[in-house]
């Protein structure tokens, strides 16, 4: 039991990580948005830790209700495909309509800029200000239905024929690696593009950003990443 308990803590921490690397979708659309609204290291970090939370969060308990009610491991597996498409699709939607976004205000920059001191005094600086809230709340939803693939059929299941309380470590471990390296790639090139400097292209980085984010969406909806 003890060394089938160390194998799965061992799978859970590598799985954690491999899951993470190899879907964008954990870090392009927090490093592009973090450059494009110049976040600071502190929000980004706060912002990724939190959607990296519910990321995991809800797989979890999905397989600790699953398991529970004596649910077919198929009938999960389902479940947690159609979470995945159902974040595909939002990924899409979030991307494309940033990329849009993006783009008008590309077009508009130099206009909004000589009138930038104006409009902050009028009702269209709270308007702004709720838009650069809401993001990452836009985030935290899309985080919230996508599924960990790997950590209810290949960790919690068998984790829980050992213990209940095997099952709890097996997901902490998935969880704290798959965040911690959410975590480092995305703060790590944050950090290198912070001292970049796009002077010339500061007024494209909103369509930039929506750009990767929708090519995340598709990767993930039609290419399997």
Do not use: N
């Not at 110049?38 to 830790?49: C, E, M, N, V």
């Amino acid at each position: 039991m003890e060394q089938q308990l160390i194998v799965l803590l061992t799978t859970a921490a590598g799985l954690g990580f491999l899951h993470t690397v190899l879907g964008p979708d954990h870090y392009v659309p927090f490093i592009a948005i973090s450059k494009a609204r110049q976040w600071t290291l502190k929000k980004t970090a706060w912002i990724t830790g939190v959607c990296g939370l519910a990321h995991v969060g809800s797989s979890v308990v999905i397989g600790i209700f699953g398991i529970g009610l004596s649910i077919k491991l198929a009938q999960l597996e389902a479940f947690e495909a159609l979470r995945g498409t159902i974040t595909g699709w939002l990924i899409i939607a979030f991307g494309l309509a940033y990329l849009v976004w993006g783009i008008r205000k590309a077009v508009t920059y130099h206009q909004r800029k000589r009138v930038m001191e104006s409009l902050e005094k009028e009702s269209g600086a709270s308007s702004k200000k709720s838009y650069k809230q809401l993001i990452p709340w836009m985030l935290f939803v899309v985080f919230i239905f996508g599924p960990c693939e790997p950590l209810i059929p290949v960790l919690m299941f068998p984790a829980a024929d050992v213990s209940i309380a095997g099952m709890i470590m097996v997901a902490a471990v998935f969880g704290l690696v798959t965040i911690g390296t959410m975590l480092l790639l995305v703060l790590v090139p944050q950090y290198g593009i912070q001292k970049l400097r796009f002077s010339g292209l500061k007024q494209y980085g909103h369509a930039v950003a929506g750009a990767l984010i929708l090519f995340c969406g598709v990767g993930i909806q039609f290419l399997g990443l």
